[in-house]
């Protein structure tokens, strides 16, 4: 797998985005395969950041209903990505 192809998006919540301000923890959305390793090298190559600490967990997909038939959201994995004390990413950096 690149590097580009395990972060499918940053998670970008009022939680997360606490998490961020508060604590330097950043959230992405992660290919199922990926483990602790692959997510650490993807964000310091990609972000030019230093990753000090990475927990993954698997989140369950929701139950939908469309009139009677009932369908489920397949399961996703979140990354919480701890940066080094200093570094940030900025989401919404405009690029020059």
Avoid: C
């Avoid at 990609?46 to 698997?58: D, K």
């Avoid at 929701?62 to 959201?73: E, F, N, P, T, Y």
Wanted: charged letters at 30%; a positive charge.
């Amino acid at each position: 797998m690149q590097n580009h192809e395990i972060l499918v998006r940053p998670i970008i919540t009022e939680r997360a985005t606490t998490a961020q301000e508060r604590l330097g923890q950043f959230t992405f959305e992660v290919k199922k395969a990926a483990n602790k390793n692959q997510i650490k090298s993807a964000v310091e190559t990609i972000y030019g950041v230093s990753v000090t600490a990475v927990r993954t967990m698997t989140m369950p997909g929701k139950l939908k209903r469309r009139g009677q038939s009932i369908g489920k959201r397949p399961n996703w994995k979140k990354a919480i990505v701890q940066l080094k004390e200093g570094d940030k990413i900025d989401f919404f950096a405009a690029e020059t």
